[in-house]
């Protein structure tokens, strides 16, 4: 297992599923909470948390926990590399 931060863990949820900053945004203001691409730039860039309620929401979105524990800076996340880099 890789140990990433929470900011880091969003990135790499979101380009997995290769979606833009908007339109992650746009996933999550259909959920409710008002977010912009610009918010979520600072979500991932750690300049910037999101309150609970986005948070639960993004979490609904991914199917994942992202911030498991909110004394610890940082989660678990499976092995990020596709099949490619996994070869090399």
Do not use: C
């Not at 959920?31 to 918010?39: A, E, L, R």
């Not at 979500?43 to 999101?50: L, R």
């Amino acid at each position: 297992m890789i140990i990433v931060k929470p900011s880091e863990k969003l990135k790499v949820l979101r380009t997995r599923r290769h979606w833009t900053q908007e339109e992650l945004a746009e996933k999550i203001r259909e959920n409710g909470p008002k977010v912009y691409q610009g918010t979520v730039s600072r979500y991932e860039t750690d300049k910037e948390e999101p309150d609970s309620i986005v948070k639960e929401t993004i979490q609904n979105i991914f199917g994942e926990e992202i911030w498991a524990d909110e004394s610890n800076s940082e989660v678990s996340i499976g092995v990020i590399y596709n099949d490619a880099e996994q070869q090399r």
